[in-house]
Nanobody, 126 residues
Framework: QVQLIESGGGLVQAGGSLRLSCAASGRTFSDYAMGWFRQAPGLEREFVAA????????DYADSVKGRFSISRDNAKNTVYLQMNSLKPEDTAVYYCAATTSRTIVGVTTTTAYDSWGQGTQVTVSS
């Protein structure tokens, strides 16, 4: 498994931006497709975005399309989530996850992922 550590969360006003980072260690980072999920209090963990191992393919939840952007730097073993035009409903703990899937088709469920970070809190005030 790969070890994952998220950072970059915080408190931001509605309409603001944050960039989350997820640093990986322990295995070859480029062997993994990566995803971001989030979980609000009392709700299930939900898919946000995914990126293929090359970075050439991405997928987003409808709720964040056009506002969030996922990217990766395999030289730095890091995946990013740029979040713009944030809304109060984006408030959640954000988790990055790694999967050995060679495609990001179907990797929108938590069961598709092998490794998880500890999460970082994002709070958007109205």
């Amino acid at each position: 498994q790969v070890q994952l550590i998220e950072s970059g969360g915080g408190l931001v006003q509605a309409g603001g931006s944050l960039r989350l980072s997820c640093a990986a260690s322990g295995r070859t980072f480029s062997d993994y497709a990566m995803g971001w999920f989030r979980q609000a209090p009392g709700l299930e963990r939900e898919f946000v975005a995914a990126i293929s191992w090359t970075g050439g393919s991405t997928d987003y939840a409808d709720s964040v399309k056009g506002r969030f952007s996922i990217s990766r730097d395999n030289a730095k073993n890091t995946v990013y989530l740029q979040m713009n035009s944030l809304k109060p409903e984006d408030t959640a703990v954000y988790y990055c996850a790694a999967t050995t899937s060679r495609t990001i088709v179907g990797v929108t469920t938590t069961t598709a992922y092998d490794s998880w970070g500890q999460g970082t809190q994002v709070t958007v005030s109205s």
